[in-house]
């Protein structure tokens, strides 16, 4: 089996790939957006805790 | 009390499922990375084309675990937001809240790749056929549930009033889908029968419920991923959440 | 709270949302006019041929009378919300659940009942026979109620909410769907000349599924909005 063949699928390459194109990229933006939003959550969380730190000291 | 119970109460504690779900989301998002390998390499070079629909069938191995998907997360998120609602236990409320999107996202590849399956086989994109209608029914549920979710200020009873409409859709999935299916009767004749009459051969099976295992394996590892940044928002202000984002500085 | 008894209090209720009502009789007309307007712009966009018309009759004016019931639901419980009603409500010593289907009750005989009565007068200007008129009086005698019943579910669950218009519908809407299949198909096949009578008992079961369940739900939303 060769490969342009492969990725032609008997003529329905089009659909074909296009749907599996949707499937990875939903799943995959579903499994990076809550790393972001983990990445971002951290930073946030270090800084708030860092100004009630400083306050205390202050205080 | 025995072990299992035991070990259900620890889970709802939110610094102990903070933990678990860090240990586990790793191996099942590897596992699903394994299995999808296994199960498309199975779809697309062992199964042979089908004989009436050609090579395009071969979005059945993504479409239809989808639609699996959609129906069985909402399940999974009714059953959390009942527990939720009726224990008050903050991680079921955070475990629904976190299917939700999950939910919402396979719902809508099963469309997508349910539009680029039919447009070869039936000749268009939509048709309004029982199965399509109520699918889409049931993507408009979930955003609804996001939504409401979204747009309520206090985390808790937002995740509150978002599980009982969960609920309340759960009662409602099977009467719309009756009636959906009850109004393209009368309204057409039978539509393209999608999965034929015959069993499926096994060639195509395996790597069918292969890709069912997959996406299961999937949710969990998602729905763990959000849950923890979920009670990590909640829980901010606990001494347990500082000691797991800055070990040295809670030591000190 | 002697000698009163829940009878009494639901009755009390029913008469004071009533009567309240009746004293903002502009407002509670609006949703009659709301669907008028709907049935009179869809022969002027489609077009005046009577048999096109009555094709399309039951679909319109369905959905015109479902969305204009929608409008309607955003007043159900705000006026109670702002004045503290509500919350009297909730902690009054009577069964919420009871207080919640009384609510419901009161809202469908403003917004529902007007709506039975108006539409199927639409009906004739659409071409249908009065066969076909009455099948529509009697889908939406019965369709109406659970529409209210499942909006009030939505309005309990929205009430805090600053834009809860568009929102409720959002909720609400995928909700309303096998209602409005069963009735509009009873309309059609009554239109067509076949038997109607499993599509007024499917509405019917759905009402009573609804009377029955809803304000237990109602009610637990009112309990996590108003808390």
């Known amino acids: 089996m060769n490969w342009s063949e492969f990725w032609n699928m008997g003529g329905y390459g089009f659909y074909v790939w296009f749907s599996y194109g949707t499937f990875f990229l939903v799943l995959g933006l579903g499994l990076i957006m809550p790393m972001l939003k983990r990445r971002s959550l951290e930073t946030e969380l270090r800084e708030q805790w860092a100004v009630t730190k400083r306050r205390k000291r202050e205080s | 009390m025995n072990k299992l119970t035991l070990w259900f109460h620890k889970l709802g504690s939110p610094e102990y499922f903070y933990r678990f779900a860090g240990r586990w989301a790793p191996w099942a998002g590897w596992s699903f990375a394994l299995l999808t390998v296994i199960g498309l390499y199975l779809g697309m070079f062992k199964a042979p084309p089908d004989y009436q629909q050609g090579e395009s069938y071969r979005i059945i191995f993504i479409h239809v675990p989808s639609a699996w998907m959609s129906m069985f997360i909402y399940v999974a998120m009714s059953a959390a937001g009942f527990v939720g609602l009726v224990w008050r236990i903050k991680v079921a409320e955070i475990m629904a809240m976190a299917s939700a999107p999950i939910g919402a996202a396979f719902t809508l590849v099963t469309l997508v790749t349910g539009a680029f399956w039919g447009k070869p086989m039936w000749g268009a994109y939509w048709v309004w056929d029982a199965r399509l209608t109520s699918e889409l029914i049931l993507l408009f549920i979930y955003l609804g549930i996001i939504g409401l979710y979204q747009a309520i200020e206090d985390r808790r009873t937002a995740a509150r009033a978002a599980s009982l409409l969960a609920l309340v859709g759960l009662v409602n999935i099977p009467i719309i889908h009756f009636s959906v299916e009850w109004w393209t009767t009368l309204h057409q004749g039978s539509t393209v029968n999608l999965m034929g009459e015959s069993s499926m051969h096994p060639s195509m099976l395996w790597p069918l419920l292969i890709m069912a295992v997959a996406t299961k394996l999937y949710y969990v590892m998602n729905v763990l991923q959000r849950a923890r940044n979920m009670i990590l928002e909640l829980e901010s202000n606990k001494s347990w959440a500082k000691t797991v984002l800055q070990p040295a500085e809670a030591s000190r | ?227």
């Open chain 3, 1 to 227: 709270m002697q000698g009163h008894s829940l009878a009494t209090a639901a009755f009390a209720l029913l008469s004071r949302d009533l009567r309240l009502a009746f004293r903002r009789r502009g407002e509670a007309l609006s949703p009659i006019l709301f669907l008028l307007m709907v049935a009179t712009l869809f022969p002027l966009g489609l077009s005046p041929d009577p048999e096109q018309l009555a094709a399309i009759a039951p679909g319109v004016i369905w959905v015109a009378a479902l969305l204009s019931s929608l409008l309607a639901l955003n007043q159900m419980f705000h006026a109670d919300l702002r004045d503290g009603t509500l919350e009297q409500l909730i902690i009054s010593p009577w069964p919420l659940p009871v207080m919640a289907l009384v609510k419901v009750l009161a809202h469908w005989i403003i917004s529902g009942l007007p709506l039975t009565v108006v539409a199927p007068v639409l009906g004739l200007g659409y071409g249908l026979d009065g066969a076909t008129v009455k099948i529509m009086f009697w889908s939406l005698l019965l369709g109406t109620p659970t529409l209210s019943f499942i909006g009030a579910i939505g309005v309990a669950l929205s009430v805090g909410l600053h834009r809860g218009g568009m929102f409720l519908a959002l909720l609400v809407l995928p909700l309303f769907v096998p209602v409005l299949i069963f009735a509009t198909a009873g309309i059609s096949a009554s239109a067509e000349g076949f038997a109607v009578g499993s599509h007024l008992y499917l509405l019917g079961a759905l009402l009573a599924l609804a009377v029955s369940t809803a304000p237990f739900a109602i009610a637990a939303g009112l309990r996590i909005s108003i808390s």
